[in-house]
């Protein structure tokens, strides 16, 4: 039996994760899980790049651990660990620095945009983001790496290192592809940006289901739709893009007639995919209850899960360490 491909995602621990983290990317990474051998990190290294509250983060990884165990990604199926507990990830960012052209590093639009947020603070952590996250790929030689729209650049920015590296030591890196999942780039409730909790539209995962009420009621919708009895399209209706993630399709096609000959208004339109939404994220929310009641074996699980990545990890860095000369 050929063994399994192999794939690593990560994610940053910046507040309780939402929708489009999860139809974006983890709902994606659990169903891969019984194809692949995988391997999940919160990326706290990537966390400290801007700028931050020390006890706030310790809160927000854990957390974000909660999060990401709740949504189905057990110790049982995959390698999940906390990027800080593998010390390897940061010692190859060191080598591949050596082989990252500066101006690759200068052109990612992630860095324009967070550079220009924290003007004040603009550090070389910041510019040098992405070559971390190559090597919490490539320490891996994953196959791909299941992500939403948005990491699209980086992950190019990945395979040029990956290929510079092989040019100059020796062929030694897969180039890893990108696996986008359905969701790839999920709006926020204003309609308007890509969900972002730094952005304030986002609805949490394991929010209060009364709490996401609150935030779909008023959130836009066609604005062809000024009263009820306006039709309306779908296909510029943000909470109809929602209903593509939580609604069975035949349900949908009866909303998106409903919606074009208005015969169900917005309100109800959202109240159908509240309930929908609630359908997938109820079993969510009690599994972190859960796991919240149980710290010490979510400790044991991330002990294992830093374990089993360490060894993969040291492997390969070794291998790089000696293609590149060191003794
Ligand atoms: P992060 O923490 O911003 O997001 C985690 C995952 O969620 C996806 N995502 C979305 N997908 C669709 N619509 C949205 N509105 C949306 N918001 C977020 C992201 O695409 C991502 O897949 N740099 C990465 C973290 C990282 C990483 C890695 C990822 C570090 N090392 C190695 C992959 C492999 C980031 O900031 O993701």
């Not at 359905?182 to 890509?194: N, P, Q, S, W």
């Amino acid at each position: 039996m050929s063994p399994r491909k192999r794939i690593l995602s990560g994610i940053q621990p910046s507040g309780a994760i939402h929708i489009g983290n999860y139809f974006g990317a983890i709902e994606n990474w659990v169903r891969l899980m019984d194809d692949y051998e995988c391997f999940f990190t919160i990326v706290d290294l990537h966390a400290i790049t801007i700028s931050y509250d020390p006890k706030l983060l310790q809160r927000r990884v854990w957390d974000a651990v909660l999060d990401n165990m709740a949504a189905g990604l057990g110790p049982k199926k995959c390698t999940l660990f906390i990027q800080s507990h593998v010390p390897e990830h940061t010692e190859l960012c060191w080598l591949l620095n050596c082989v990252t052209p500066l101006g690759e590093l200068n052109r990612m639009t992630q860095f324009k945009e967070k550079s220009e947020q924290e003007r004040e603070n603009v550090t070389a952590g910041l510019l040098n983001y992405p070559i971390l996250q190559a090597a919490d790929i490539l320490i891996y030689r994953a196959d791909a790496v299941p992500v939403g729209e948005d990491q699209a650049q980086h992950l190019e920015l990945t395979r040029e290192i990956a290929r510079r590296f092989n040019g100059r030591f020796g062929g030694y890196f897969p180039e890893p592809a990108t696996l986008v999942g359905r969701g790839a780039r999920i709006l926020g409730i204003d309609g308007a940006a890509k969900m972002s909790k730094s952005l304030g539209n986002a609805i949490g995962v394991t929010e209060d289901p009364d709490a996401i009420w609150e935030k779909l009621r008023p959130a836009k919708t066609d604005e062809a739709r000024k009263r009820r009895h306006d039709p309306g399209e779908p296909d510029r209706c943000n909470i109809y893009s929602y209903h593509k993630l939580a609604t069975p399709e035949a349900e949908r096609a009866e909303i998106a007639r409903g919606c074009r000959g208005a015969t169900i208004g917005c309100i109800d339109c959202k109240k159908i995919f509240h309930r929908n939404l609630m359908a997938v994220l109820d079993p969510v929310r009690e599994r972190r209850q859960a796991l919240a009641r149980d710290p010490e074996a979510v400790r044991e699980a991330l002990r294992q899960g830093a374990e089993r990545a360490r060894r993969v990890a040291r492997e390969t860095l070794d291998g790089a360490k000696k293609l590149m000369g060191l003794l």
